[in-house]
């Protein structure tokens, strides 16, 4: 298993919505990747982003000057 | 064989569609049900189409836009996800049994209907139409293009109408998506059914539905979403809203690569193409003795789809259709074409009409056999 680190995750209501993401963050040169949603935020499935907490600000800014939809940003270690 | 019946489906696909399907079958996983590569390949395919449906249409986003199996799925959802009891909605005689029989439903629901005639050349008024507005009138639902006749509605003018009376406007453009100018916002469009495999030249089992943002529209379908499985409801946030279950990821990659070939070629010269063998066919039979055709032909610079319904004196359509299969491998459609409030206002109830549409992927070649088959048909009486 990977070593659990602190990480950035943004999670989404639908998935065209982290689709768009992950194309903005790439259009844009943001790191992370999506991965499946991890189950301490919600059970269940569908996707969210993951990043390095140094990219937390950077992709803050980005949904919000994009207006890309997403449900949240939080820290977890993962 | 000569085919001839592209209102139906597009059989000639453009280049690359084919191979597109062939390669969503090899490599695509389930969209939205996964993190690893063929399935996010699914998703982003699946974006993409989004988008580029987005912006034919002028829709309000790419997440506005849900895949459906066809036109009838997605005018299901619209009529049915919209319209409540105590409603009135209005439509018109024009209509293909994918808007007429919703109706019914609903009507049988307590939603009044008021279903505006055609005339005899198969065109609605529109003074009818705004006159038929009551304080209780909640949408029209009404054809871009008729599938008998190929008499065009102004969708402008209806969406016009609708802005001022604050109505929605609910529009099929199964006949036209792909090759005539749809903007849902130049027209005030609040829902566009649409499907795939028509104008469009993509795979059957494609379509889709385009909502205005802010629009709720109760799911017709509910279940597998890939989001909020602990959820009760089904997601209310589109698409997902309205695409319960496993999509048609194939028929996707399909519509993709057809967006992409209309857009390189061009919708308009793909319209001037068909609409010039259009008018090639119509021009060569309508002087022929016994020959009627429907639909209002009078103004060569109206837009219409490239259709021409035609009956040869009293003879059952059915009947000159399997001539013109058997003698000259024509292949057109005959019947009332699932429209039969429109065979009632064209009086061609009982004997159907031939009808012969039109595309780009065919040749002046062809049209001009056509035009001998009928012209041999009515020499025979």
Request: with cysteine.
């Amino acid at each position: 298993m990977r070593e659990k680190k602190l990480r950035v995750i943004i999670t989404f209501p639908t998935t065209a919505s982290a689709i768009a993401m992950e194309r903005f963050c790439k259009e844009h040169e943001l790191a992370g990747r999506l991965i499946p949603v991890p189950g301490q935020i919600r059970a269940g499935c569908g996707l969210a982003w993951m990043a390095p907490p140094p990219e937390k600000e950077r992709l803050a800014a980005a949904l919000e000057a994009a207006g890309l939809i997403h449900e949240g940003i939080m820290e977890y270690v993962l | 064989m000569i085919y001839l019946d592209h209102a139906a489906t597009s059989l000639m696909k453009p280049p690359g569609v084919m191979e597109a399907v062939i390669r969503g079958m090899q490599q695509l996983g389930n969209a939205g049900r996964g993190a690893y590569e063929s399935a996010l390949d699914a998703s982003r395919l699946f974006y993409d189409t989004r988008l580029r449906l987005a912006e034919l249409f002028a829709a309000d986003g790419p997440e506005q836009v849900a895949f459906t199996a066809n036109a009838t799925a997605a005018l299901n959802i619209a009529i049915q996800g919209i319209l409540s009891p105590g409603d009135h909605v209005i439509t018109t005689q024009m209509e293909h049994n994918s808007v007429l029989r919703p109706l019914y439903f609903m009507e049988s629901k307590g939603v009044r209907l008021t279903i505006l005639p055609a005339g005899a050349d198969g065109r609605i008024s529109y003074d009818e139409m705004e006159a038929a507005i009551a304080s209780d009138t909640r949408a029209i639902v009404c054809t871009h293009a008729s599938n008998v006749t190929g008499e065009m509605n102004d969708l402008k003018r209806i969406g016009a109408v609708c802005a001022q009376h604050g109505l929605l406007l609910i529009a099929d453009v199964a006949q036209t998506a792909g090759t005539f100018p749809i903007s849902m916002k130049e027209m005030n469009l609040d829902v566009i059914c649409f499907s795939g495999h028509k104008s469009l030249l993509g795979p059957q089992g494609t379509g889709g539905i385009c909502v205005r943002k802010g629009l709720p529209v109760r799911p017709l379908l509910m279940g597998g979403s890939g989001v909020d499985s602990f959820a009760g409801k089904h997601p209310s946030r589109m698409p997902e809203a309205l695409e319960a279950g496993t999509q048609n990821g194939p028929g996707i990659a399909g519509l993709r690569a057809t967006l992409d070939y209309i857009k390189e070629t061009g919708m308009q010269s793909l319209r001037e193409q068909e609409l010039a063998y259009m008018w090639r066919f119509h021009d060569a039979v309508i002087k022929l003795p016994g020959i009627r055709i429907y639909g209002d032909f009078s103004d060569r610079a109206a837009m219409r789809a490239p259709i021409v319904s035609w009956n040869l004196k009293e003879h059952d359509a059915g009947r000159i259709a399997d001539e013109l299969y058997q003698r000259y491998g024509l292949a057109v459609r005959a019947g009332v074409h699932c429209a039969p409030l429109m065979h009632r206002a064209l009086k061609t109830a009982g004997q159907g009409a031939v009808r012969m549409s039109f595309s780009a992927m065919n040749t002046e070649a062809e049209i001009d056999l056509a035009i001998r088959a009928v012209l041999k048909l009515a020499e025979e009486g």
